[in-house]
């Protein structure tokens, strides 16, 4: 298991150039296998464009406790990507003013960034109607000045969605490195204890599932089921739903995908379990994202690759959400994960 990120490393895949290199060569450029551009042209779905602006992601910086093998992010403790007060501000701005109804702040571990309990605080006061953070659970448990979100998260109602890659400790901690586990069942518990997850609680708790290999997700319905089960047997630990995420190709995932020889397998059946259904909810349709440093993407995974969107505001400091829903949705081959089976978005399947 790394302890630094491909970045810190200076790995090749720690450039987006690298990556977008990869992604649009080798079977794709073959003709092996169609561009995602084409397939989506085959069913009459390009260019893909966005619908109703619904959800303000907002990436508060790439530190994290944690450097997980599949991270998407290239995540860990020495990435120094971290939010401004000013970009906040400029967030809460718009956020005041968005259609959206739903603010997702992910990162890194958003926990970390120094002004992330401000951030929350003054967000909270906007009106909005699911308040989400994306915690990897771990953090509640990595410093004492941690012990209290819990009670912090339930104070301002926030909704948690968690990081849980399996109910076993082997799966969990091969993914998120030893120990990973021990402290994400004492999280789960902690939350549990202020009233998260808790059947018919408005403080909602959910977990997202995404796999240890190069695979696809299950059903995602069996999965949670699996996993309610487990976890309240062997802990005592509720909450609400899963969310199963299939890995994209990018990042630590792609080296992954690489190293393991399993990215040509990959790329293959992703291309083969495309689901021309899953296209009319992907997450880009009703989604925008937003960097540490303030620049809007369509998703979370373009803007890890770099891709801003095609509009002439591509600044939280310009936003305009009229102007930014006159646009054409950026794409490319890793845009296969979010199409296959049932497809997939930060909020779990899309069919």
Known sequence: MATKSLKARNEALGTVNKQMEILNGGIFASGELPYFRDKIAESGQAPLRPGKLEILQINVGYMCNQVCEHCHVDAGPDRKEIMTRETMEQCLEVIRNTGAHTL????GAPEMNPDFRWFVEEASKAGIQDFIVRSNLTIIRANKKYYDLPEFFAKYKVHVVSSMPHWTRGKTDKQRGDGVFDKSIKALQELNRVGYG??????????????????LPGDQAAMERDFKKALMEDFGIS???LF?????????????????ENYEDYMTALVDAYNPEAVKSVMCTNT??????????????????GLKVASKVKHIKDYNEAVLQDRNI??????YGCTAG???????TVT
């Open 104 to 107: 997702d702040l992910t990162g």
């Open 198 to 215: 808790i059947p018919d609680s408005p403080l909602k708790l959910d977990l997202v599932y995404n796999p240890s290999g190069a695979y």
């Open 239 to 241: 909450f609400h739903s």
């Open 244 to 260: 199963a995420i299939t890995n994209l190709p990018i990042a630590r995932f792609l080296d992954y995908l690489i190293a393991s």
């Open 288 to 305: 925008i994202s937003v960097s540490w440093d303030g620049w809007l993407y369509d998703c979370d995974f373009n803007q890890m690759l």
């Open 330 to 335: 950026i794409i490319s081959q890793h845009c």
């Open 342 to 348: 049932a497809g997939s978005s930060c909020q779990g």
